[in-house]
């Protein structure tokens, strides 16, 4: 009688195992799907995390910027798999008037700052993050754009894959918005509950 009980409780507990592994398996399935993806990020018109990070040379960059717009590049190492990417930032660049642009990683990232380099990206500063800071704009994929005006709005945000991405949110960006100051918004709704998240 003891080898069966031993036998009922092993395969109930594989059981168990293979169900909860089996419900994580679909959420990250779920939380992968194109149509989740593209509701990261802020809604325009909404306040931006503020924070003040130094880059690798000490000096300190803000959010929200002391230029007109600041836009928040969300990527690390990887953007060197997006050439068309590379060529709209350096484009953006040009514009040291209106525009600050910056990289942030969500983890320090050795390898970064000298591909950055070497992608003819050496005069934008990159600034570790973290996860949370990336949590507070919702930006879990990249690369990730966010353009952020002088006193702290979302002007624009997008996941991007292309120079003409960035070209076309630089021109949204500058659109003027007349909204209330609002808390951060992220741009999907728990259904269930209606509970804004």
Not at 31 to 42: K, N, P
Request: net charge positive; charged share 15%; proline share 7%.
């Amino acid at each position: 009688m003891m080898p069966l009980a031993i036998v009922f409780i092993a395969v109930a507990i594989i059981l168990c195992v293979a169900s909860i592994l089996a419900l994580f398996g679909t959420t990250a399935v779920h939380m992968s799907h194109a149509d989740v993806i593209e509701r990261d990020g802020l809604v325009p018109g909404t306040r931006a995390p503020s924070w003040s990070l130094a880059d690798s040379s000490g000096h300190v960059h803000r959010s929200p910027p002391g230029k007109p717009l600041q836009l928040v590049m969300f990527t690390d190492h990887s953007l060197s798999s997006f050439p068309s990417v590379v060529d709209g930032l350096r484009e953006l660049a040009l514009d040291r008037t209106e525009l600050e642009i910056v990289v942030l990683l969500r983890r320090s990232n050795d390898l970064a700052e000298p591909v950055l380099h070497l992608l003819g990206l050496a005069e934008i500063p990159v600034l570790t993050g973290s996860p949370s800071l990336y949590g507070r704009y919702n930006v879990r994929v990249t690369p990730f754009a966010m353009f952020v005006d002088s006193v702290g709005r979302v002007r624009g945000s997008s996941l991007v894959n292309h120079d003409w991405q960035l070209t076309k949110l630089r021109q949204i960006a500058s659109i003027p918005v007349a909204t209330a100051d609002a808390t951060p918004t992220r741009r999907f709704w728990r259904p269930a509950s209606k509970v804004q998240v």
